[in-house]
């Protein structure tokens, strides 16, 4: 693993900062508070930028020194030009889109790559919870009760890569984890998240 | 210990050296700017902040003026340890030309005639306006900002010095803002101007010396502070409370504490601002529109600035998504532009209200451009 992040940074963004090549220029839907954007910028030399709904988190990014900007994914990314960024990333932010499809192609379009991060719905301890209590699972990595989640997409890893398939964009690169290491057996049943470096 | 504060702050005057032409063909001259400068000038001069103030604003925008109550008008943000901090920065806020706040304007004497210009005043622009500045900041020795600055009016301002002066300019903060007066704001500004001008005191706007168009002028600036608020904050400012007395009087007295507020406001305006200068401003504001000679996306092209643009949920008056317009313009152009919509219920008059959230972007902002210079 690469030592250019803070030590203490989260693994999802640790693999993300790994599989983004030094001095890119990096896009991040769905920003947050900046810190992958700013462990980007300090660590791996990129040029970044950010667009980020909530008001609270765009005010943490701007204390970072990060160029940012308010706004809905969702309404598109018209006021980029074609493979303006070497990649655009969309971690944490896809199951929370209303169309989530058009999100990617969009990303696709304004970036030359793109790095997708999605949590796995069908862990096997959401299966379990499923199966043997009959609910709608609710665990450490998704703890959110079915009233007042912030999802509206819920897949698999396996789904996401039927998606790409459907809709020709070629996963170049792919790593599955829980929160401490990377799994690499039976990925969809034991993975929480999945990361891919996709191109079309 | 006592918090610091900017102390005593003096008004001073810059009188160009040559006529001014403007952006119409006419000219002129002699033309002077009111303008307050805040903090020091540091040793290589990168530290200087022009700051542009709204519509009928003026040159004070911080600090008090001897024997003044009230502070100036950006007072919450600039100062020592403020966004715009004076321990690091040098703040210029100039008065714009057309103004009667010290600047030349209708209501300066002719040198010519002796008497005031009125309507023999030329009409200015947005652009004269930022031409006229940047001979004071000649003046001042500065060769390049470290940021301009302003919300509404200012903004307009702020958006042209990059685009007519990129060189000069490190970064724009432009606050509810757009890039062109669209029809309603042209149309609420008519409304406005008619309203003086059908005074029978406006005389043609030679009444120096006789009775001011108060009504007029009252009547305009009940218009323009509905559009200043928004619907809620006046709902939430006034609701439907009567102005000393219990019941509605059934007659056409004052009912409401709406209708006290906007009085109030229309008079005091009447012994703040001159009518004819209110006329100018707003045909200034009217004929502005930056992508006038070519498309928006390639009238920033010689622009290197940094962009901080902010823009306010319930402002209606220049609504969030015309800043977007712009926004998406320097995007394109591949410039560095943060954008931030900040949730509120004030209305336009955010800007100048909205102390809290639009320190800490341009604090943050600002000190990025320190590090980046």
């Known amino acids: 693993m690469t030592e ?5 940074a989260r693994l999802d963004y640790r693999v993300i900062v790994d599989l983004i090549e030094r001095g890119s220029k990096v896009l991040d839907l769905g920003c947050g508070d900046g810190e992958l954007l700013a462990n980007l910028i300090e660590y ?9 709904i909530d008001e609270k988190a765009i005010y943490a990014c701007i204390a970072k020194g990060l160029t940012v900007s308010h706004g809905d994914i969702d309404s598109g990314l018209s006021e980029y030009a074609d493979k303006r960024f070497d990649y655009v990333i969309l971690n944490e932010s896809l199951q929370q889109m209303l169309n989530p499809q058009k999100a ?3 990303a696709l379009r304004v970036g030359k790559k793109v790095v ?16 043997f209590q009959g609910r709608v699972p609710v ?3 998704l703890p959110y009760e079915w009233y007042d989640t912030p999802n509206l997409r819920f897949f698999s890893l396996r789904d996401f890569k039927t998606f790409c398939k459907v809709n020709g964009i070629k996963i170049c690169q792919e790593r599955a984890i829980d929160t401490k290491k990377d799994i690499n057996f039976l990925q969809n049943l034991f993975a929480h998240i999945g990361i891919y470096v996709l191109e079309k | 210990m006592t918090e610091k504060t900017l102390g005593i702050i003096e008004t001073q005057y810059f009188t160009l050296s040559d006529e001014l032409t403007l952006k119409s063909g006419m000219k002129l001259g002699p033309v002077t700017l009111a303008y307050e400068t805040y903090g020091d000038l540091n040793a290589d001069k990168s530290n200087a902040i022009l700051i542009f103030h709204a519509l009928t604003g003026d040159a004070h925008a911080a600090g008090f003026h001897k024997d003044a109550k009230k502070p100036g008008w950006w007072n919450g943000m600039i100062g020592p340890g403020k966004s715009f901090d004076t321990d690091k920065y040098f703040i210029i806020s100039s008065n714009c030309l057309g103004s009667c706040k010290g600047s030349t304007g209708p209501a300066s004497i002719n040198p010519k005639t002796d008497k005031p210009y009125g309507l023999s005043f030329p009409v200015v622009t947005i652009e004269d306006m930022v031409a006229a500045q940047k001979k004071l900041i000649d003046h001042l020795g500065i060769i390049k900002l470290l940021s301009v600055a302003g919300g509404s009016m200012g903004g307009l301002q702020a958006l042209k010095w990059t685009i007519m002066y990129p060189e000069m300019v490190k970064s724009v903060i432009a606050v509810a803002t757009n890039h062109r007066h669209t029809a309603q704001q042209i149309a609420l500004h008519e409304v406005c101007r008619q309203a003086i001008m059908s005074d029978p005191d406006w005389q043609g706007g030679d009444y120096y010396g006789k009775t001011v168009p108060a009504r007029g002028m009252a009547l305009s ?17 006034f609701g439907r409370k009567l102005i000393g007395k219990e019941k509605v009087g ?8 709406v209708e006290n507020y906007l009085k109030y406001r229309g008079d005091s305006f009447v012994q703040r601002f001159d009518a004819n200068s209110y006329l100018y401003l707003t045909k200034a504001l009217d004929y502005f529109d930056i992508a006038e000679e070519g498309d928006l996306n390639s009238v920033f092209r010689k622009t290197q600035s940094h962009f901080l643009v902010i823009a306010f949920t319930s402002d209606w008056l220049y609504p969030a998504y015309q800043s977007k317009e712009f926004v998406k313009a320097l995007k394109l152009g591949g410039l560095d532009v943060s954008y931030v919509e900040i949730n509120t219920n004030y209305g336009h008059d955010a ?23």
Do not use: W
């Not at chain 2, 800007?351 to 210079?373: N, T």
């Open chain 2, 221 to 237: 600036r009940m218009i323009g502070h509905i559009t200043y608020m928004s619907e809620k904050s006046m709902d939430e400012k």
């Open chain 1, 4 to 8: 250019d992040i803070a030590p203490n």
């Open chain 1, 44 to 52: 791996k030399n990129c040029k970044g930028t950010g667009i980020e």
């Open chain 1, 116 to 131: 997708v991060g999605i949590p796995n719905f069908c862990h096997i301890q959401a299966r379990l919870q499923i199966f």
């Open chain 2, 351 to 373: 800007f100048l209200v909205e102390i809290d959230g639009q320190s800490h972007l341009i604090k943050h902002f600002l000190a990025r451009m320190e590090k980046e210079s």
């Open chain 1, 104 to 106: 990617i192609l969009e």
């Open chain 1, 139 to 141: 665990t450490k990595e």
């Open chain 2, 250 to 257: 059934y007659d056409f007295s004052t009912d409401f504490e």
